[in-house]
């Protein structure tokens, strides 16, 4: 086997050592799923072996789980639903064979073990984990749109109980060890490096080689769907899963049914049925849309997919941040995690020392947990430099500004940093409004000037938009990209423009629930709306989240920059009433369209005489109409942003989306949502809400183009930037 090492002691104890060739992470490949069974079978029937232990031969992690793009990608669009199945029942028919062996099996977990990885785990009689904060256990498939499928509906509802299981399985969240042990998903938890010591000994000591479930005295904990306290975790999880999907994700109503019907027979029906249900989730667009853009689109532009190819790799090991608000110290942080000497540089010492001082809260709070040791929390700090002193910027690789969105400053701060920089460092604005090639002009050196879009909060957005000016050169994309990488985010690249592609398509949504309320819809319908199409807010409270003020400065700015061409947007009076004569200025303040002083918060009362509301019916009929019009409103400008050349990868547009403004991850993105939908289809639907609504509505010509080749986006335009 290449990916299963056998050793046997003295004692009749066979160490599996799980690695995977070639890779610093073992996933569940086709190969290994291949050879699954080989290994089963081996220690089943060598009389040698009297029990076994199964670890990582990776010093990073026990297994991530299942490489979709190896074994997924290639049901995706298929049809043939019984050799879907069989392909599924692999894993479940090899982890039941393990758990039946008549052997017993201990799983000594050195690392994280996610989704299949934790599962084969599951299989497991006993399960020990290192004592280490790093580690994660978990089973997140339900984030790519799918549901556990190797046998983790069924085994961990027998071990913790059916709504402990249903409200990790449906979040897609993970343990820490000492939490997992808490919960009942692992047996010990050991000191680093003795984990395999710990499984062994409890195989010596006598362990049994039984799983609970295939006792004869077995009980379900909390009982069944039949048993009085068993059977409210089913009529509230129905209730609550709704509450958290909004009926967008198959994946989420599937794993009740597989868990529910289940539990009330024996595991090995239980687990076709599991199998059953995870095809059936597999094979929807949603799944498909959510494994291609979430998992296989975000692993290639990870890696650096879309970079400038024949330019040598670069190591930025010195980067400056001018600029130390919220934004800027969010950036200082994850650049010390990165391992980047960071100068932190603000008009006066005091804004930079309040700028370090969240970095050392951020830093504080991985100490807490045992992220860090307190020698290493000490290095990260140290390498965060706050100063008022531009000199000190000598030596930097990069320098990103991130002060406030003003021509002026930008202007006057990049001439004071670049005269203190070496040939072939890189400049990059962190704007998220101004076209790069316009700032671009208070620069000497526009081939190393470039746009650098990071998302607050940064420490957990994950997304950064790289944004080219007209003469941004090859080796600046090139040395920005090995920068995104190297501070671990996702980098898509944009070409310039006003809002470029993320701010000017997210701008859509919430100017589309502007005009919403314009026209008279009940606030409270309009975000709950909202909310049902997938996106993580409302229009109004996600407008109150980005701030009011700042809705009404960029106005201002873009008025002046486009002069006549200028058009207001629905409801911009509003929102200029709401900052300028009311001081509501959104979350921030806490007064926006919501009162932020109450827990939870309330509409503010005082908006029904701006907006006096003439739409209060929530008929399904309406609902759906106007859950695809906040919809098909973000699409349409996607697509002008296709044409008009801002983006042209329709990874990085899908993934920029959801990353981004977080555009209902349930679709795919905003191109395979089209895509999906259908080019004849969706041109059609366009078409009645421009009649509706307005031009803002009106497809671009390629749209019209494309639905009369019957052509899709992912079809035409992928691989397009690369063979170019």
Known sequence: MENFKIDVDADGIALVTFDVPGRSMNTLTSGVMAELPVLVERIRTDDAIKGAVITSGKASGFCAGADLGDIAGGMIGGTDLQAAYDAGWKMNGALRALETC????????????????????????????ADDSKIQLGLPEIKVGLFPGGGGTQRLPRMIGVQAAMTAMSAGSSWRPSDAKGAGVVHEVVARGSEVEAAKAWIKGGGKAVQPWDDKSFKQPGGGPYHPAGIQNFLVGNAMLRKQSYGNYPAVVNLMKAVYEGIQVPMDAALRIETRYFIKTLMTPQAQGMIRSLFLSKQELDKGAVRPAGIPASDAKKVTVIGAGMMGAGIAYVQALAGIQTILIDRDQEAADKGKAHVEELLKKRLSRGQLTQDKYDALLGSVIATTDYDQIKGSDLVIEAVFENR????????????????????????????????????????????????????KMMLVEIILGEKTGQAAIAKTLDYVMKIKKTPIIVNDGRGFYTSRCFGTYVAEGLAMLEEGYAPALIDNIGRMTGMPRGPLEMHDDVALDLSVKVSKQTAIDLGDKYVPLAGAEIVRTMVEDLGRYGRKNGKGFYDYDVKP???????????????????????????????????????????????????EADVGAILAWGFAPWTGGPITYIDQIGLKAFVAQADDYAARYGDRFKVPQLLRDMAAKDETFYGRFTGAKAAA
């Open 408 to 459: 002026e400053i930008k202007a006057d701060v990049t001439k004071r940093a670049e005269a203190q920089l070496d040939a072939g460092a890189v400049f990059g604005s962190n704007t998220s409004t101004l076209p790069i090639t316009g700032l671009a002009e208070a620069s000497v050196r526009p081939e190393d000037f470039i746009g650098i879009h990071f998302f607050s909060p940064v420490d």
């Open 102 to 129: 008549g052997k017993p099996v201990a799983a000594a977990i050195n690392g994280l073990a996610l989704g299949g990885g934790l599962e084969l785990t599951l299989a497991c009689h006993y399960r020990v984990v």
């Open 601 to 651: 918060k309330k509409l503010w009362s005082g908006l029904a005489e701006l907006a006096p509301v003439k739409i209060n019916d929530s008929t399904p009929e309406l609902v759906e109409d106007q859950k695809q019009r906040l919809l098909y409103r973000q699409a349409v400008e996607v697509s002008r942003c296709w044409e008009e050349g801002v983006i042209d990868d329709p990874r």
